[in-house]
């Protein structure tokens, strides 16, 4: 029988896939609907339109290979498009290359949250390394009373979450500079760019399913050692 952390782990991963399926889902189903409604510019006249109109000359619109592989990236200063969201003219192309220079934007405006995650990369990246094995040493060793690696282990989970959490106003924001600018240039009818804000909400939910996925595990493994220090 499950022990009640480990029920509580059990829930918590099946709940969350479960919900992350669903959200995935419904996105994918929004961005194929809205890939029909055509507008008068592709991605890439939108990029190029809305970085001009903010006043960012030295980010550069390029085409990137795959599917849901759009992002901005702040040390090139390249908004990276799919080669549907580049070429395409349609609401989904829009919404999704709007809200990329919208971190672009941001940038520019040397926005809080989207420095502090550009500045949790490196650490995220290394935690993310060397974390699983950390947790799984750690749990072990807890066992016999010795907590010192799952300690680090869940520090090291707690900087990913934090990165999670981060990327919440990150995006949100993105999305609400886009949105903004699409309302001011009407380059879509009313009953587009109201396709385009539930579009860019159902991306936004992704990135909220993870960050309240890791908070969870989180708990899980700070429970974990609260239990093993006893």
Request: no cysteine; net charge neutral; aromatic share 10%.
């Given at each position: 029988m499950l022990q009640g952390g480990n029920l509580y782990y059990?829930?918590?991963?099946?709940?969350?896939?479960?919900?992350?399926?669903?959200?995935?889902?419904?996105?994918?189903?929004?961005f194929a609907e809205y890939s029909q409604r055509p507008i008068s510019?592709?991605?890439a006249q939108i990029a190029e339109k809305m970085l001009s109109e903010n006043g960012i000359s030295d980010v550069q619109v390029i085409s990137t290979p795959g599917q849901l592989t759009d992002h901005y990236n702040p040390l090139k200063k390249t908004?990276?498009?799919?080669?549907?969201?580049?070429?395409?003219?349609?609401?989904?192309?829009?919404?999704?290359?709007a809200h990329e220079c919208g971190h672009a934007v941001q940038h520019a405006n040397a926005y809080g949250a989207l420095k502090l995650r550009?500045?949790?990369?490196?650490?995220?990246?290394?935690?993310?390394?060397?974390?699983?094995?950390?947790?799984?040493?750690?749990?072990?060793m807890a066992s016999s009373g010795n907590t010192t690696v799952l300690l680090v282990?869940?520090?090291?989970?707690?900087?990913?979450?934090?990165?999670?959490?981060?990327?919440?106003?990150?995006?949100?924001?993105?999305?609400?500079?886009?949105l903004a600018w699409l309302d001011e240039t009407r380059v879509m009818g009313d009953v587009?760019?109201?396709k385009a804000k539930n579009?860019?909400?159902?991306?936004a939910m992704t990135y909220t399913v993870a960050a309240l996925a890791s908070i969870g595990q989180l708990l899980y493994y700070v429970m974990r050692l609260m239990a093993a220090r006893r």
């Open positions: 059990v829930i918590l991963t099946v709940a969350t896939m479960l919900i992350s399926r669903w959200v995935g889902s419904i996105l994918q189903k929004r510019l592709t991605g908004v990276n498009l799919s080669e549907v969201v580049y070429s395409q003219a349609n609401v989904a192309a829009a919404a999704v290359s550009s500045a949790l990369v490196p650490i995220v990246s290394l935690s993310s390394k060397y974390m699983p094995y950390l947790l799984m040493i750690g749990l072990f282990g869940v520090i090291l989970f707690a900087t990913t979450t934090l990165f999670s959490v981060v990327t919440l106003p990150v995006e949100f924001d993105a999305s609400n500079r886009a587009d760019h109201d579009a860019l909400f159902w991306a």
